[in-house]
């Protein structure tokens, strides 16, 4: 259905979930296994609500940015640094 065609149209999927064991990101990965290499888990797990910040660092160091991404203080400015990355 929709999510085989999600994965199917994407490289890399990145799926934010806020537990220690990644329990989505595990069951996609079962059900689909052909595509279980292009799931990537954000877990963030502090029990606090998850910042856009947060995120978005999990996400360029798996992209391998984090070397080369500016770092700024804001959530915002983050997000705008990692929209012009992958842009």
């Not at 799931?39 to 978005?56: K, N, R």
């Given at each position: 259905g929709?999510?085989?065609?999600?994965?199917?149209?994407?490289e890399k999927v990145?799926?934010v979930?806020q537990?220690r064991?990644g329990q989505?990101?595990?069951?996609?990965?079962?059900e689909f296994?052909?595509?279980?290499a292009?799931?990537?888990?954000?877990?963030?797990?502090?029990?606090?609500?998850?910042?856009?910040?947060?995120?978005?660092?999990?996400i360029?160091?798996?992209?391998?940015?984090a070397?080369n991404a500016?770092v700024?203080?804001?959530?915002?400015?983050m997000?705008a640094t990692f929209?012009?990355?992958?842009?």
């Amino acid at each position: 259905g929709e999510v085989r065609q999600f994965l199917a149209n994407h490289e890399k999927v990145f799926l934010v979930e806020q537990n220690r064991d990644g329990q989505m990101v595990q069951i996609l990965r079962d059900e689909f296994p052909e595509y279980a290499a292009r799931i990537h888990p954000v877990l963030i797990y502090d029990g606090l609500p998850a910042t856009a910040g947060e995120i978005v660092q999990q996400i360029m160091a798996r992209l391998s940015f984090a070397a080369n991404a500016q770092v700024v203080r804001t959530d915002a400015q983050m997000t705008a640094t990692f929209l012009n990355i992958v842009a």
